[in-house]
């Protein structure tokens, strides 16, 4: 479609469109990124989220290859509406966090459900210029005699490039257990401070309920205050 802005042009394949499985709302606008839903041209295009100098928004992008995490992957016309990159349709090429100089397919989402292996729908940066979206955190691990969690207090487990190793929400199944995910990086936000994900807070703490809580369990009790069970191994301080 050269010559014309990505995303505005008459679907001219005929190729279906994809219809991801999705358990969120689909957005409104020219195609949904999610879902892969509505006015692409699917043979050669995907649906993905690009800036175009105001806003974050919906569009048809050139659709390059199948990349998917924890693939790295290459970003073209970053902050520009002609943005594209090589992951596969549902997937997006972001930088963990900005300023990166290695980028990842990250799976996009709208809600918890959208992602598989029970992992939250977190916020990242589209890139310097770009508002959040929605994709997927990297895989957790369970903890336990069989799990395969890293150490949130003792900080080992994880290699680069997530190395960081942070505790998440427990096993909601049969299980209970606490677990831990791999990220790329953490924030410096302090116990009590607000949070929207564990990757916000400082290393041995861990968010809930939108604070940072410091992480504890029985060989690591808490300073002040009770240690909260958050799944079998870990906890955090209440205070």
């Excluded at 290859?65 to 002609?82: H, I, K, M, R, Y």
């Amino acid at each position: 479609m050269a010559g014309s802005d990505v995303g505005e042009s008459d679907v001219g394949g005929s190729c279906s469109e994809p219809n991801l499985p999705c358990a969120g709302v689909p957005t409104t606008g020219i195609c949904d990124p999610v879902c892969q839903l509505r006015g692409c041209d699917w043979c050669t295009e995907k649906c993905s989220y690009v800036f175009d100098g105001t806003n974050t928004r919906p569009a048809c992008v050139s659709h390059k290859g199948q990349a998917a995490f924890p693939d790295s992957c290459v970003l073209s016309s970053s902050d520009l509406s002609q943005q594209s990159d090589d992951c596969a349709p549902g997937n997006i090429c972001l930088p963990p966090t900005v300023g990166d100089s290695i980028q990842y397919c990250f799976q996009l989402c709208s809600i918890d459900a959208d992602c598989l292996g029970g992992v939250a729908c977190g916020q990242r940066k589209l890139s310097s210029l770009g508002d959040l979206i929605g994709v997927c955190d990297p895989p957790y691990d369970p903890c336990g005699i069989d799990g395969t969690c890293c150490d949130p207090l003792g900080l080992s487990g994880c290699s680069a490039p997530r190395g960081v190793c942070l505790l998440v929400s427990p096993d909601q199944g049969g299980s209970q257990h606490s677990r831990t995910v791999c990220e790329f990086d953490h924030g410096g936000q302090k116990p009590t401070e607000t949070c929207s994900s564990s990757r916000d807070c400082l290393p041995k703490t861990t968010c809930v309920n939108n604070i940072c809580r410091q992480v504890c369990n029985t060989a690591n009790p808490c300073p002040s205050g009770d240690c909260t069970q958050w799944g079998t191994e870990y906890g955090y301080c209440s205070n």
